[in-house]
């Protein structure tokens, strides 16, 4: 590929942050709490990583577990979050949410993106637990600040979504379809090969990263085999 494949890496905490930066990640997805599979982190968090650290940050927006927007007070809370992440230091975000019947609550993401003001933003993993990925795209279709999609191609990980990525891979400039690919979600290095030939030049990783859970912190030598990989291909 002419074009250097993005390695975004999740980071809980400063050193996370260096020692992805360290490994080669272009950028890293800033979250607390991953029992909750992620969740908006404290300005202090994003102030101290972005002292830390000169690459690109993207930060979770998300108050709990699960894809609903919650309510009114809730949207109004990730509002105000906007705000203070944004003094932190904060200019790229993570978001998505979802109706009851699996569509997109577009509603709370237009609030929510009104907050942002054209900062680049990531539609996350929500679209994996959509009804229908293709109508959630194309309504999402023109927000500013949308630039990349979070997915694994299914709910159950890149195993079983591998041929929905493939499919949106060959989709892209289509109307819904202009933003890039971040793959992640039991993402493996020999997904990497298919992915790269189909044009894929995203990659996420997070459990991927450290090699003694969750618990411990990220490792430079993860993030570098997953750096050397990508560059290699």
Known sequence: MSKRAVLEVIALDVEDAVAARAGGADRLELVTDMAADGLTPSAGTVAGIREAVDIPLRVMLRLADGFAAGAAEDVGRLVRAVGELRRAGAEEFVLGFLDVHGAVDLDAVERVVDALEGCPWTFHRAIDRAAD?????????????????????????????????????????????????????????????????????????????????????????????????????
Do not use: M, N
């Open 133 to 233: 990925r293709d109508a959630l795209r194309k309504q999402l279709d023109g927000l500013p600040g949308l630039d990349t999609y979070l997915t694994a191609g299914a709910a159950g990980g890149v195993d079983d979504g591998l041929p929905t990525l493939l499919a949106e891979a060959g989709r892209r400039g289509d109307p819904g379809y202009e933003q890039q690919l971040l793959v992640g979600g039991g993402l493996r290095l020999d997904h990497v090969p298919t992915l790269l030939e189909a044009g894929i030049d995203g990659f996420h990783i997070g459990g991927a990263a450290r090699p003694h859970g969750w618990s411990g912190p990220v490792s430079t030598e993860a993030v570098a085999e997953w750096r050397e990989a990508l560059d290699a291909a």
